[in-house]
């Protein structure tokens, strides 16, 4: 295909090239392998320590966080299935938010998930750390080494040429992986359990919740939960690539969220009673493990099961690193398609229906983010709330496109209408519970977006609208309508860090809890409702100037 093709407005028969490119990807993916990609996505690294950190933060109340981490996430999820399902699109995650609220909000969320490719980075500092178990010198404190940089480096470009074929060789592989990395966690929960099982624990100790029920809402974030069962949104953003997605996509998204929330339960149960009485002599908060798994069983002599722990660190992540690969790829193509970057992103190679040219930008990204300016808790406690905003402007897309006449919907997910604003409101308070010192990097990293709309309206990049990326007859609205259609990200992007700031959750305290998660309730759902109004107006505004 020619660059003019590639870049350009049509293709060689007069159609839009966005709908060109689209024909490209092939619809091989069916229930299992959509299931494989959810699951493999959310289990990577937080199931080896997430276990831990829960149990320090709330004792054995952190069951109740990761039954409510499920209900939420799949709250949220049920929003995201109804968009796939009547919109089925590659990197749909980040188009949905463009056609729904304009220009700005989709810059302003496709920049963040440009960003949001530090996650895979992480999981490939993960494998460098436990890898150091047996090659000393990739890893030196919190950061990766030279050697380290360099090794991973290399695996980074491992897991893109993989992803470098036809989509259903990636299914195939990562169901393998897969069925590895449920293998893994049940094996070590039986062999905990009939290791020594210890009665009482969820008495003993300070009772069930010896820190405060609230401890259960720090535990989301503070204990690694919300991280563990965050990337639910994967099957989605292959929608474009399903075999009748309307069915297949929403089952496999629960299905995903379940089997994932299942196993973390089943090993939260196994460590909290199975962990050696003498370790909790200073309480739930006293117990403390560098790799928490592989060093419990080495004290319950269960050194084959160390072994296999070890061994998994390494996949597990590798897992969930290789379809991240594939899902940046995805999400990188849309952003081309939605213009935050040159179209020449957007080619998908004809043979294998794989955007190879957005593989390549991704690799270059996740180097970027494995040089030695920290490691994989550094990266993490920035870009965890990443998708949360995605899931954020999705809510408030699916709300808009039920509320315009002229949009469509599947109607798959019965009360969207309440649904919406309260999945809306509770991505707002998972990335509030995060923590000050996490929302003062992320969210105004994210703001920084703002500058590249403004650059791409003053290069002339961009011109068409959302709609006429559709039809091919897009209009270019003018600068304050759509500053004025975005104004509501913006107000929220830059209020959510004051209101972190003043809240109990690592910042000033002056809002003492639960006031201050209830007032950033108040403030997301005020939000909500003005993103709502300001999308419907949007489209209607698209429409008119499209005539």
Request: some cysteine; overall charge positive; aromatic content about 10%.
């Amino acid at each position: 295909m020619s660059e003019r093709q590639v870049t350009g407005e049509v293709d060689g028969a007069g159609a839009p090239v966005v709908l060109a490119q689209e024909r490209r990807l092939r619809r091989d993916l069916g229930f299992w392998g959509l299931t494989a990609i959810g699951f493999s996505n959310i289990v990577g690294s937080g199931w080896l320590f997430a276990a831990l950190y829960a149990a320090q933060t709330a004792g054995p109340a952190s069951l109740l966080s990761w039954i409510g981490a499920g209900l939420l996430c799949a709250l949220v999820a049920l929003v995201m299935v109804e968009l796939g399902a009547s919109r089925p699109e590659g990197g749909g995650t980040v188009r949905w938010p463009l056609f729904a609220n304009g220009r700005l909000v989709g810059t302003l969320v496709g920049w963040s998930v440009l960003l949001s490719v530090g996650g895979t980075a992480a999981e490939i500092s993960a494998i460098m750390q436990y890898a150091a178990h047996y090659v000393p010198g990739l890893y030196s404190g919190h950061t990766l080494t030279l050697a380290g940089v360099g090794v991973a480096a290399a695996l980074s470009v491992v897991l893109t040429a993989l992803n470098w074929y036809a989509v259903r060789m990636f299914a195939r592989l990562n169901n393998l992986i897969t069925v590895f990395k449920i293998a893994v966690p049940v094996i070590t929960v039986i062999a905990l359990i009939a290791s020594g099982w210890h009665e009482g624990r969820l008495t003993d100790h300070g009772g069930f919740a010896p820190y405060g029920y609230a401890a259960c809402l720090t535990a989301l974030a503070g204990g690694g939960i919300v991280y563990s069962v965050n990337g639910f949104q994967a099957p989605l953003d292959f929608s474009g690539e399903a075999r009748n997605p309307r069915k297949t996509i929403p089952a496999a998204v629960l299905t995903g969220i379940a089997l994932a929330v299942a196993m973390y339960l089943a090993l939260q149960v196994a460590f909290l009673f199975t962990v050696p009485e003498n370790l909790l002599g200073s309480g739930w908060k006293g117990v403390s493990f560098e790799s928490p798994f592989g060093q419990l069983a080495l004290i319950l002599n269960l050194h084959w099961l160390s072994s296999l722990l070890y061994a998994d660190a390494v996949i597990s992540p590798g897992g969930s690193a290789y379809v991240g690969v594939a899902i940046n790829a995805r999400h990188t193509y849309a952003l081309a398609k939605n213009r935050t970057l040159p179209r020449f992103f957007m080619a998908v190679n004809e043979r294998f229906g794989v955007p190879r040219r957005a593989l390549v930008l991704n690799l270059a990204v996740i180097v970027i983010f494995l040089l030695p300016f920290g490691g994989w808790q550094d990266i993490v406690s920035v870009m965890g709330n990443m998708y949360l905003l995605i899931y954020g402007a999705s809510a408030v897309a699916a709300a808009v496109f039920l509320a315009d006449p002229g949009s469509r919907t599947s109607g798959w997910v019965p009360g969207l209408r309440w649904i919406a604003p309260v999945s809306f409101v509770v991505a707002s308070e998972f990335v509030y519970w995060s923590g000050w010192h996490n929302l003062r990097l992320a969210l105004p990293l994210v703001l920084a977006g703002l500058l590249i709309f403004l650059a791409m309206r003053r290069s002339g990049d961009g011109a068409a609208d959302a709609v006429g990326d559709r039809d091919g007859a897009g209009r270019r609205l003018p600068l304050l309508a759509e500053l004025r259609t975005g104004a509501w990200l913006v107000a929220y992007l830059a209020l959510l860090p004051l209101l972190s700031w003043l809240g109990s959750f690592e910042g000033s305290g002056l809002l003492p809890a639960p006031y201050d998660s209830l007032i950033v309730a108040a403030f997301a759902l005020a939000v909500f409702f003005w993103a709502v109004r300001s999308g419907v107006r949007h489209l209607a505004e698209s429409r008119t100037a499209a005539v």
